[in-house]
T-cell receptor, first 112, second 113 residues
Framework: DQQVKQNSPSLSVQEGRISILNCDYT??????FLWYKKYPAEGPTFLIS?????DKNEDGRFTVFLNKSAKHLSLHIVPSQPGDSAVYFC???????????FGSGTKLNVKP | DTGVSQDPRHKITKRGQNVTFRCDPI?????LYWYRQTLGQGPEFLTY????????KSRLLSDRFSAERPKGSFSTLEIQRTEQGDSAMYLC???????????FGPGTRLLVL
């Protein structure tokens, strides 16, 4: 039961442009969402989160948008930098933070 | 703060053997999680501890898997009678209760031949 889906396995973007990574979920009871970034040979690193009571959260170049009616969230990276090249996972869970369901990841390649 | 560490980083074993992995969380973190990640997939939740208590286990965690966190500090994950399907990256994460951010270790990559 794949409760969190990332339908784009890969994305290629030019340096300086916007990267938009998408994530869909099926369980309307989720109330917390996170994005993680993963480099090869490392564990995932927390990037940004959003609670279901908000529809936007911003941290520097990273902004997460949540559309609860569509059960969709997206991560915007502006401007994209070559160092952003990594695999990005979205995750969803509840506000007790007992466990999170992860998507399958999107590999972002930012070209210089 | 040294972050979450896992040992070993790589393990190759033959089918039917037992393996044990260790995770050392960030020292003040009272929650510890185990995940499994296979190629092309995201991390899948296996189990989590709050201090020394194992509070939730996924149905993915068959009877061959056992996890412990005896003193609420480090944790071990043991797989008995390994199968080829157990080949995966095993990730450990820790967090503070009430905080959403889980800090992941580098993982232990298991290959069962």
């Amino acid at each position: 039961d794949q409760q969190v889906k990332q339908n784009s396995p890969s994305l290629s973007v030019q340096e300086g442009r916007i990267s938009i990574l998408n994530c869909d979920y099926t369980n309307s009871m989720f109330d917390y969402f996170l994005w993680y970034k993963k480099y090869p040979a490392e564990g995932p690193t927390f990037l940004i989160s959003i609670s279901s009571i908000k529809d936007k959260n911003e941290d520097g170049r990273f902004t997460v948008f949540l559309n609860k009616s569509a059960k969709h969230l997206s991560l915007h990276i502006v401007p994209s930098q070559p160092g952003d090249s990594a695999v990005y996972f979205c995750a969803a869970g509840w506000d007790n933070f007992n466990k999170f369901y992860f998507g399958s990841g999107t590999k972002l390649n930012v070209k210089p | 703060d040294t972050g979450v560490s896992q040992d070993p980083r790589h393990k190759i074993t033959k089918r039917g053997q037992n393996v044990t992995f260790r995770c050392d969380p960030i020292s003040e973190h009272n929650r510890l999680y185990w995940y499994r990640q296979t190629l092309g997939q995201g991390p899948e939740f296996l189990t989590y501890f709050q201090n020394e208590a194992q509070l939730e286990k996924s149905r993915l965690l068959s009877d061959r898997f056992s996890a412990e966190r005896p003193k609420g500090s480090f944790s071990t994950l043991e797989i008995q009678r390994t199968e080829q399907g157990d080949s995966a990256m095993y990730l450990c994460a820790s967090s503070l209760r009430g905080k959403e951010t889980q800090y992941f270790g580098p993982g232990t990559r298991l290959l069962v031949l």
